[in-house]
Antibody, heavy 117, light 108 residues
Framework: EVHLVESGGSWVQPGGSLRLSCAASGLSYSDLWMNWVRQVPGKGLEWVALISKDGGQTKYMDSVKGRFTISRDNARNSVYLQMNSLRVDDTAVYYC??????????WGQGALVTVSS | EIVLTQSPGTLSLSPGERATLSCRASQSVAKNYLAWFQKKPGQAPRLLIFDASNRASGIPDRFTGSGSGTDFTLTISRLEPEDFAVFYCHQYAVSPLTFGGGTKLDIK
């Protein structure tokens, strides 16, 4: 079993930056592909980015390419989402999620990011 | 990008009834890498079904996934009060990974 806890959610002005962290506990974290998935309040789920077990492969949804960067530190059992040039439509609850391959089996409780002037 | 279209948008049923939720993909989902999630307000999504028809650990057998290619179905055989929520299908075969728009299952 893997337990995930997000942190770093906050209010930020448009154009600003924020870094989300996700700490994992439990067995086999370094065997997991990790993702960030978001949910705009009142809307559906939206996949944002994923990173491979060793961090060598990353993928992003089109609207965040060039603005967001996913990374991980397996020594710290952590994954990160650096978000730059934030826009109002990036406002959402951001979930950290992981699994074997691209299937997301384990999920955190989410971190709220609010982008507003 | 694979677009997933879920229907109906809202389904109103009573406990004990059978629920049938549909998910249609804009192109074939390779290896049937299609999952179903249950989402309740304030909670993390919960994986119910993966690879179209495999129940995740701890999921009751009243939840059944079926289908292949472009047409997938989640069936809940006898609704329990705790089943009422929003359900999302999700393909993890190709990037970008995508979710359907959701089906809200509410109590009639």
């Amino acid at each position: 079993e893997v337990h995930l806890v997000e942190s770093g959610g906050s209010w930020v002005q448009p154009g600003g930056s924020l870094r989300l962290s996700c700490a994992a506990s439990g067995l086999s974290y370094s065997d997991l592909w990790m993702n960030w998935v978001r949910q705009v309040p009142g809307k559906g789920l939206e996949w944002v980015a994923l990173i491979s077990k060793d961090g060598g492969q990353t993928k992003y949804m089109d609207s965040v390419k060039g603005r967001f960067t996913i990374s991980r530190d397996n020594a710290r059992n952590s994954v990160y989402l650096q978000m730059n040039s934030l826009r109002v439509d990036d406002t959402a609850v951001y979930y950290c999620a992981g699994g074997w391959g691209w299937l997301t089996l384990y999920w955190g409780q989410g971190a709220l990011v609010t982008v507003s002037s | 990008e694979i677009v997933l279209t879920q229907s109906p948008g809202t389904l109103s049923l009573s406990p004990g009834e059978r629920a049938t939720l549909s998910c249609r993909a804009s192109q074939s989902v390779a290896k049937n890498y299609l999952a179903w999630f249950q989402k309740k307000p304030g909670q993390a999504p919960r994986l119910l079904i993966f690879d179209a028809s495999n129940r995740a650990s701890g999921i009751p057998d009243r939840f059944t996934g079926s289908g292949s290619g472009t047409d997938f179905t989640l069936t809940i055989s006898r609704l329990e009060p705790e089943d009422f929520a929003v359900f999302y299908c999700h393909q993890y075969a190709v990037s970008p990974l995508t979710f359907g728009g959701g089906t809200k299952l509410d109590i009639k």
